[in-house]
T-cell receptor, first 115, second 109 residues
């Protein structure tokens, strides 16, 4: 049973550039959430996708956008990169969006470095 | 605003020395409290979900408990392979997970 996969593993970008990160959910899951984890901090919620729509969004600027495809995979796009965007970006999948408590399963993350 | 505070920030144990990690939370209408383990540079690995005060769950050397204000992760006779950061997260109704900063556990042989 394939777990959550993310690509690429590592990425180095320059300030002002744009980046796209990709995520495939765990088999059987239809909901994808994205998190940003700075060094020494817990993950912070960016947004969640279900049925190809953004269902909830955390406190992140519009430079952060996403998409979900019919096969439930998802992309996270960040425009006009800032040095402060350097972090580990985590994708988590689950059976359904926030409603009752349920487990989210995380991928290995994409380490983004902005220089 | 939902908040999660984990203590201590870091913990160093000798192999076999049992201890507990604390997760204090304030949330309006708790639906679930989650514990995750995270190895350096990797994604969090799900350990437990606790739904109501008084609930306990166990997995190998780990035992998680829940009260109305906090959760404990008890580690019995830890081994070096238990070294990791342990994250606690809470979820209220129709809201995303809110994580604490984690406790970095080091178990020395």
């Amino acid at each position: 049973d394939a777990g959550v996969t993310q690509s690429p593993t590592h990425l180095i970008k320059t300030r002002g550039q744009q980046v796209t990160l990709r995520c495939s959910p765990k088999s059987g899951h239809d909901t994808v959430s994205w998190y940003q984890q700075a060094l020494g901090q817990g993950p912070q919620f960016i947004f969640q996708y279900y049925e190809e729509e953004e269902r909830q969004r955390g406190n992140f600027p519009d430079r952060f956008s996403g998409h979900q495809f019919p096969n439930y995979s998802s992309e996270l796009n960040v425009n006009a990169l800032l040095l402060g965007d350097s972090a580990l970006y985590l994708c988590a999948s689950s059976l359904e969006p926030f409603g009752t408590a349920y487990e989210q399963y995380f991928g290995p993350g994409t380490r983004l470095t902005v220089t | 605003e939902d908040q999660v505070t984990q203590s201590p920030e870091a913990l160093r144990l000798q192999e076999g020395e049992s201890s507990s990690l604390n997760c204090s939370y304030t949330v309006s209408g708790l639906r679930g409290l989650f514990w995750y383990r995270q190895d350096p540079g990797k994604g969090p690995e799900f350990l437990f979900t606790l739904y109501s005060a008084g609930e306990e769950k166990e997995k190998e050397r780990l035992k998680a408990t829940l009260t109305k204000k906090e959760s404990f992760l008890h580690i019995t006779a830890p081994k070096p392979e238990d070294s990791a950061t342990y994250l606690c997260a809470v979820q209220a109704r129709n809201t995303p997970l809110v994580f604490g900063k984690g406790t970095r556990l080091s178990v020395i042989a």
